[in-house]
C-alpha cells in the first residue's frame, strides 16, 4: 500500500455507459494526477491538480472529466468511451505539481471498453 | 520532444548478474526520476537526481547522470528475480510559462532468470 488508493482496480465497460475512477490519498500531498498508460507508449499525462485546481489538461477529449472536490481525492468520470481508450489509469499524488518531488502512484484501474 | 528514451527496450540476465539501463533525453533538464513497475501495478519511485549530482545510489541501485551527454544510467547489481520489471526514467524540465513538466520515457523492461 503506498498511501495512493485507486478504485476500482479493473473496471469493463460499454460505449454508452458512464462510469468514474477514484483515488484518494492519504500522504498530504497537495498536487495529484491522472496518467494513462498503454501498451508500448509513453506514461501519458492528463490532469494535473495543485490544490484542488486544475494546472493541467493535456488536450484530453472530452469524453474524460475530471474532479477534484479536496486535495485528499480525485476522480475521474468516463462517458462514451471508445475502445481505443481501454488502459491502465494511473493516478499519483506529489507535495508540490512542478516536478521537483517525486510521485507516488497508485495501483492503478485497468479499464476496458468493449 | 523532452522525454527521456530508455535503452534496451527489453533485457533479459540471470539472477546474481548486473543490469544497466540507460536513459537519454534532448534538452536541459532539472531532475531525473527512475521509478520501477510490476506487471500491471503502479510506478514505484527509486532514485531522483538532480542535475548539479554525478552519482547516488541506494541500495543495489546506482545511478549515474552526465548532463553533457544528456544521458543517465541505472545499475542494479547482484540481481534478483524480485527485481523483474519495468523501469522507467522521468525528466524534469521547464515547458515556458514559469512551469515544470514531468515526461515519462517507454521504459525498459528487465527480466531475472532464477
Known amino acids: 500500500e503506498t498511501g495512493v488508493t485507486q478504485t476500482p482496480r479493473h473496471l469493463v465497460m460499454g460505449m454508452t455507459n458512464k462510469k468514474s475512477l477514484k483515488c484518494e490519498q492519504h500522504?498530504?500531498?497537495?498536487?495529484m494526477y491522472w496518467y494513462k498508460q498503454s501498451a508500448k507508449k509513453p506514461l501519458e499525462l492528463m490532469f494535473v491538480?495543485?490544490?484542488?485546481?486544475?494546472?493541467e489538461n493535456n488536450s484530453v477529449p472530452s469524453r474524460f472529466s475530471p474532479e477534484c472536490p479536496n486535495s485528499s481525492h480525485l476522480f475521474l468520470h468516463l462517458h462514451t468511451l471508445q475502445p481505443e481508450d481501454s488502459a491502465l489509469y494511473l493516478c499519483?499524488?506529489?507535495?508540490?505539481?512542478?516536478?521537483?518531488?517525486?510521485?507516488?502512484f497508485g495501483a492503478g484501474s485497468r479499464l476496458t471498453v468493449l | 520532444s523532452q522525454q527521456g528514451e530508455e535503452d534496451p527496450q527489453a533485457l533479459s540476465i540471470q539472477e546474481g548478474e548486473n543490469a544497466t539501463m540507460n536513459c537519454s533525453y534532448k534538452?536541459?533538464?532539472?531532475?531525473l526520476q527512475w521509478y520501477r513497475q510490476n506487471s500491471g501495478r503502479g510506478l514505484v519511485h527509486l532514485i531522483l537526481?538532480?542535475?548539479?549530482?554525478r552519482e547516488k545510489h541506494s541500495g543495489r541501485l546506482r545511478v549515474t547522470l552526465d548532463t553533457s551527454k544528456k544521458s543517465s544510467s541505472l545499475l542494479i547489481t547482484a540481481s534478483r528475480a524480485a527485481d523483474t520489471a519495468s523501469y522507467f526514467c522521468?525528466?524534469?524540465?521547464?515547458?515556458?510559462?514559469?512551469?515544470?513538466?514531468?515526461?515519462f520515457g517507454k521504459g525498459t523492461k528487465l527480466s531475472v532468470i532464477p
Open positions: 499519483a499524488s506529489s507535495s508540490d505539481h512542478s516536478g521537483a518531488n517525486v510521485l507516488t
Open positions: 537526481i538532480r542535475s548539479n549530482e
Open positions: 522521468a525528466t524534469r524540465a521547464y515547458s515556458g510559462a514559469g512551469s515544470y513538466q514531468l515526461t
Open positions: 534538452t536541459s533538464i532539472n531532475n
Open positions: 500522504l498530504g500531498h497537495n498536487a
Open positions: 491538480y495543485s490544490l484542488e485546481e486544475r494546472v
